[in-house]
């Protein structure tokens, strides 16, 4: 069946650049999400990118897809400390959506 | 506030006991999907309303769960006989349907019913 899957912890120093990965396993998901999730909170949507795309840019937010390999990156330019959260990955099948188990992002002064 | 709301945040019951959260989308969102998440997890799918009818559901929703959403609006989840298994965050999502002006990709979640079955 489908699977995402991710890192599980990055650490960055504030104002470096973060670099998030993802892989899934099922190519015909039309759609690939990046979620953030702060503490006792609900995921908010940070971008989404089309399965025949390579690059989105959105602000500090560039995401590359590698359809060949099904890997899916999300680079956060500029690191603040209020980017510490946990990033999960998501792909669609149809209106079944997959997640990760989140990347837990530190952000180091 | 116009986002996905969520009743109650907390619950803390008796295995044994029934719970029913609700969830309110946001108001010209017609589809509506429940999932849950346990710690150190992504959430998982455990099903989808489009307005009133549930178009899918998880093998995960055993027999004990059940979802409504009577008029294409709000939508409840009852967990009938909990289980100490069962101690979750339950998180609502919404988002427009086929056929409106903006994408029916893009979910909105709640802040989510913490569950916690003792």
Known sequence: GEDVEQSLFLSVREGDSSVINCTYTDSSSTYLYWYKQEPGAGLQLLTYIFSNMDMKQDQRLTVLLNKKDKHLSLRIADTQTGDSAIYFCAANYGQNFVFGPGTRLSVLP | ?118
Not at chain 2, 59 to 88: C, M, N, V, W
Not at chain 2, 98 to 111: M, V
Request: aromatic residues 12%.
């Open chain 2, 1 to 118: 506030d116009t986002g996905v709301s969520q009743d109650p945040r907390h619950k803390i019951t008796k295995r044994g006991q029934n719970v029913t959260f609700r969830c309110d989308p946001i108001s010209e969102h017609n589809r509506l999907y429940w999932y849950r998440q346990t710690l150190g997890q992504g959430p998982e799918f455990l099903t989808y309303f489009q307005n009133e009818a549930q178009l899918e559901k998880s093998r995960l929703l055993s027999d004990r769960f059940s979802a409504e959403r009577p008029k294409g609006s709000f939508s409840t989840l009852e967990i009938q006989r909990t289980e100490q298994g069962d101690s979750a965050m339950y998180l609502c999502a919404s988002s427009l349907g086929p056929g409106t002006s903006g994408s029916p990709y893009e979910q909105y979640f709640g802040p989510g019913t913490r569950l916690t079955v003792t």
